[in-house]
């Protein structure tokens, strides 16, 4: 069966029953259907005084167009917790309408480590990704007609730094001129749309711990400079409230089910390679109040999702980490080991050992983290024993444990293994978590943290106006910001091509933007875009509604 | 107390029990939060050979700052037949963020007429627009993609007709110029956004008499034309498929309540003066299979909104609407009469003799459509008996009557009246509607008639251009489609500033765009725009959270 026919025959149950599991009444769910809720505010501030549960995180390699599993294997650890004996829940992001209807298909795991409803996750779901959207392009227009009507800020209009978003893959959008057609329509700019995962205000809905917050951060994003070189502030568009109001009901996490009726909160979701990538800290934290085990993911491979986990999220939210699980394909070690994707059905211990290298240096780089990690192996059919053992000892050469994980067919049973070693992990109180750099570092210095002791570059190029830029910020009190990169996430350099484990290389930094309300500096390397463009032949073509009354081609 | 005190007091009931007034169990409803629900395709589909109820009109003179209170007499009105033992429903349209944030307010009706809940129906209610607005932009962004992917439809990037849309008043998106920064971006031409509520795409769902049709319509959208001047059709780029999904749950009635706990169907929102400003059809096709008696509206004054509505609604969807009201204020009248709003307070007869021509002028027009007209006295705290006797004085001189009505202050006890002498109308069973002009009536010939039965304009002013344009439609085939007026609300004339009932005028038309998914062709008259901009101090400066959680400004 695939992925949609198993979810389709999912034997759901009443959001109010799954909320009760973490004791949740129902007059604390905001029900939207049947099988999707909010949880109330009220809730989540009677449960502050609780002790928190453990926290893991599930990472991954870089991915390969072999697919890896990360989400399916977050949603199975959490069965497989729940199946023996231990009350956890998951915590994973919210889609983007981008890829859906572009090539990247459904985010909600796979197999029979699903979370459902599937099609609602993929498309509007409860309308946060839509409040993110008209919160951010409120405070552009409203910035534009502050301009309009006179411009008592002074804004230098060459110098708007904010831009409109689109939950929508449009190249066409990504640089345009505005304000045409004459005195009526204002000052003409440049300007474009990023997508809305790259928002800053979704950066913000994922860090803010609360609505008081969130207003203070949304208040604080930089819109604009005056010709004096000095930020004008969201508020000081007066936009702050309004933004507030239009995110109120977003700002609570969501509550569905995985496909064994377990708990999942699916919250925010900024991508992983034009942004922090972490589900929303409210989500977390509320979470780690309802259950003993709340596993989370991270976007892309470690190097960007577990980096910024870390060194973003974990960082201003106080979050300690007890256990990482890196998720590796045999088939995704092939292919990073030279094997086309046309040749991955063949055995090929050699190429699995060569393609290790990728898997070896993301646990190299999580152990810095000072978190205990242990490999999760995403089974898939035709990988060989001789193939599995190859990883295993690998990573035993590595002096970790590698686990074969056969959740995707046979649900928690065929996952207990590694949920039983995460338990054991976590009763080691081995952790010891602290971020890679720590925050009193120069900005530029923290790029280079990144650059050579996670990707392993030599350098970092960056231009005159980039460095400059990044001195302005710390002079301006912004010194003490974590970094976030965008990167391609397909490789530790910045070359989508280049798989395995590359030392030697540059990183390059084309552009430095800053998200003064969100908390970090975005530093944007080689050629990753915020705005993607769809592929020659979009899924959405194939999206359509059956003679059945269900959606096809949405996965 | 305000109108939001009085909301904020209702004792509503949950949406379970209202939809149970209607027969609608709660199988049949798909709940978003407590009060909110949307009716299932199943449950329209299995009342569809039931017999309809009667269908009430609610229009009113051309607005002024005074405010006249439709949407109030139409929530008022349907309590009013509650309250005399018949069996009614309301119908209205969805609010719009754009004027939410501008200066127009909350779009709920008012007093102890209103629907709840207000916050949420002036937010993102059941997020219908936002899924109007996602299935609008990807078809552009996948048209763009056509292009720079080779566009192998052979469009004429100079004749790409299909703009982007958003929620927002956002003057600084009229005009752009698009697909800028070299070859990966595509190939640069300019465009626009329009405001959301003029979407074609909301025009389709409010047309669109279920998911088959919608598809349909959908696909019949023209987005731009080849070298040739043949017309590109939304489904030769593959995106009907996709939009129909986007639009799946949007293309459900929402049902909420109003003050009295009586049923509204709350669906679609175009604006009367950009677009064709009615409900969805689904809605009130519904709403007349389940009530006895549905009281719908149409945006702005009757010039606009009643004449869209019998000519491209009732036309449509074959409704035999069967009486009218037309709201009116004293203070309305007043204006009318040439007093400014600073001096509404004080008695003067004689200005609102004066001002009634602008009343009488309506009458006159809703009486061409065969269906029988009553006037509803929309009363205010001000309103003195000489100043109503007025009114009710020249209604009478005009062959119609004018009833007083205080539902704003005492809710359904007010307005039993107008509820009674409505049943009487429909009983009189003297309506024998019929559109003003045929299907088979030239475009330009269709122009001139509205021009000069309703707007009583002497001439219509288009150029060549615009001529030869609506000829080239004819010759395609679209000849036998209804006009759709884009024009200002505030007067018969494109001069907002015109009041009263002016004669001698020409109608200017700005330009023509086709929707031949809707299937209507819009007029652009004057200086109406289809997006509008923020006002010097937009309402949003004052929306906030306030220190209670509750919401102020938004109304």
């Given amino acids: 069966m695939s992925d949609i026919e198993i979810a389709r025959k999912a034997n759901k149950k009443p959001i109010q029953e799954i909320g009760a599991k973490l004791g949740i009444s129902s007059d604390d769910l905001l029900p939207y259907g049947h099988d999707k809720a909010k949880i109330s505010e009220s809730f989540i501030k009677s449960v502050q005084d609780r002790k928190d549960g453990h926290l893991i995180l599930v990472t991954a390699i870089n991915p390969t167009p072999a697919g890896e599993g990360k989400t399916t294997t977050t949603v199975g650890l959490g069965d497989g917790l729940n199946a023996i004996g231990k009350k956890a829940a998951i915590c994973i992001r919210e889609a983007s309408l981008g890829p859906c209807f572009g090539m990247k298909g459904g985010a909600a795991g796979g197999g029979y480590a699903q979370v459902v409803p599937m099609e609602d996750m993929n498309l509007h779901f409860t309308g946060d990704f839509h409040a993110i959207t008209s919160a951010h392009n409120l405070l552009a227009a409203m910035l534009d007609n502050h301009i309009y009507w006179g411009n008592e800020q002074e804004i230098d209009i060459r110098r708007v730094a904010y831009r409109r978003v689109m939950d929508m893959n449009d190249r066409a959008l990504?640089?345009?001129?505005?304000?045409?057609?004459?005195?009526?329509?204002?000052f003409p700019r440049e300007s474009g749309f990023d997508i809305t995962v790259a928002s800053e205000v979704m950066a913000i809905l994922c860090l803010a711990t609360d609505l008081a917050d969130l207003e203070k951060r949304l208040g604080d994003i930089i819109v604009a400079y005056r010709r004096d070189r000095t930020p004008v502030y969201a508020r000081d568009i007066k936009a702050d409230g309004a933004m507030t109001v239009l995110?109120?009901?977003?700002?609570q996490p969501n509550l569905v089910q995985t496909l064994e009726n377990n708990p999942a909160f699916v919250h925010g979701g900024?991508?992983?390679?034009?942004?922090?990538?972490?589900?929303?800290?409210v989500a977390t934290t509320t979470a780690l109040k309802v259950a003993d085990y709340v596993v989370t993911e991270a976007g892309f491979g470690a190097d960007l999702g577990a980096e910024k986990f870390f060194d973003i999220k974990c960082r201003k939210a106080g979050l300690k980490p007890e256990a990482v699980v890196i998720v590796a394909t045999v088939r995704a070690m092939k292919m990073n080991g030279g094997v086309a994707k046309d040749d991955l059905g063949a055995e090929n211990v050699d190429a699995v050992k060569k393609g290790c290298a990728n898997l070896g240096r993301h646990i190299e780089n999580v152990k810095q983290f000072g978190v205990p990690a242990v490999v999760a192996i995403n089974h898939f059919v035709t990988d060989t024993d001789a193939e599995v053992e190859a990883v295993k000892e690998y990573v035993r050469s590595q002096g970790s444990e590698a686990i074969l994980c056969k959740h995707w067919a046979k649900g928690s049973a065929g996952i207990t293994d590694l949920a039983e070693h995460v338990v054991k992990m976590i009763e080691g109180r081995s952790a010891q978590f602290a971020p890679?750099?720590?925050?009193?570092?120069g900005l530029f210095e923290k790029i280079e943290t990144i650059a050579k002791?996670?990707?392993?570059?030599?350098?970092?190029l960056a231009d005159k106006k980039i460095r400059d830029q990044l001195r302005e910020w710390e002079a301006q009190g912004y010194g003490d910001l974590p970094v976030c990169m965008a990167k391609t996430q397909y490789s530790f350099t910045t070359d989508p091509n280049r798989r395995g484990a590359p030392n030697g290389h540059s990183l390059p930094v084309r552009e430095v933007r800053i998200s003064a309300g969100a908390g970090f500096v975005v530093v944007i390397c080689g050629e990753i875009m915020t705005m993607p463009g769809l592929p020659r032949k979009p899924s959405a073509e194939n999206i359509c509604i059956n003679d059945d009354g269900l959606i096809d081609g949405l996965f």
Wanted: glycine share 10%; charged share 15%.
């Fill in 247 to 251: 995110l109120q009901q977003a700002m």
């Fill in 174 to 186: 990504r640089q345009i001129v505005c304000n045409l057609g004459g005195v009526a329509n204002g």
């Fill in 436 to 441: 890679l750099y720590p925050s009193e570092m």
């Fill in 270 to 281: 900024p991508f992983a390679n034009i942004a922090h990538g972490c589900n929303s800290v």
């Fill in 453 to 460: 002791r996670i990707y392993r570059a030599d350098e970092v």
